[in-house]
């Protein structure tokens, strides 16, 4: 690991030993929030999970019965049927943040609490399997959205996880041991001065005290 390109004094030995304070400190945070946010990136894991599977079935078991009411009615009819929704809904997308990262909110709302109104036709001419499939879209809407939110939730969660990582391994394996190394080859400067300084003051020290002594002959 290459030293810092600096000058070898108290100032810069001073300026070194605080910002190596601050770079563990930082790395310290950084850890605890790369943690927090795998933490509740695996929650949000296993809840995607569960929802995608909910989903899936629910999307087959509505398909399932959408494709016998198409066998049992005329497609005219069914075109007709489907043709006016009575039922209309609302998406208001908010963010929350979530250790750093804005994560999406989505809100749902619909035109009429009445669940009867998803329902556009009469029951005269239609099947039985049609108000299934239909009545199936309607409950999935909520869980499909919940989906898309818990999904956009985790890659924006991975990409700041791994942008904290790199951060993470920046200062543990570079920053945080050349600060180090860079205060050692300082302060092995620094004694080395001294003990120079030291030295000559010694020779100097005894050059006076002969002089003085041969004065004194």
Do not use: W
């Amino acid at each position: 690991m290459a030293v810092i390109n600096v000058n070898p004094t108290r100032m810069e030995l001073t300026n070194l030993k605080r910002r190596l304070v601050t770079a563990r400190r930082g790395h310290r945070l950084l850890k605890d929030k790369r943690d927090e946010l795998m933490r509740q990136f695996l929650e949000l894991v296993r809840t995607n999970k569960k929802l995608r599977a909910r989903v899936e079935n629910a999307i087959k078991n509505a398909n399932a019965h959408m494709a016998i009411a198409r066998s049992l009615m005329q497609g005219e009819v069914l075109d007709v049927a489907l043709l006016n929704p009575k039922q209309h809904m609302e998406l208001d997308i908010e963010t929350k943040n979530v250790m750093s990262v804005l994560v999406p909110k989505f809100n749902v709302k619909f035109g009429s609490v009445n669940e009867n109104e998803i329902y556009s036709y009469g029951y005269a001419f239609t099947s039985g399997d049609l108000d299934t499939a239909i009545k199936g879209f309607y409950i999935m809407i909520a869980d499909m959205l919940r989906l898309a939110e818990v999904e956009k939730s985790c890659q924006l969660m991975a990409a700041e996880i791994e942008k904290t990582r790199r951060r993470v391994n920046a200062l543990e394996h570079v920053m945080i041991p050349q600060y180090e190394q860079t205060i050692r080859f300082i302060t092995m400067k620094l004694d080395e001065s001294e003990r120079s300084a030291t030295t000559r003051l010694m020779k100097i020290k005894d050059k006076m005290l002969e002089q003085a002594h041969h004065y004194a002959d």
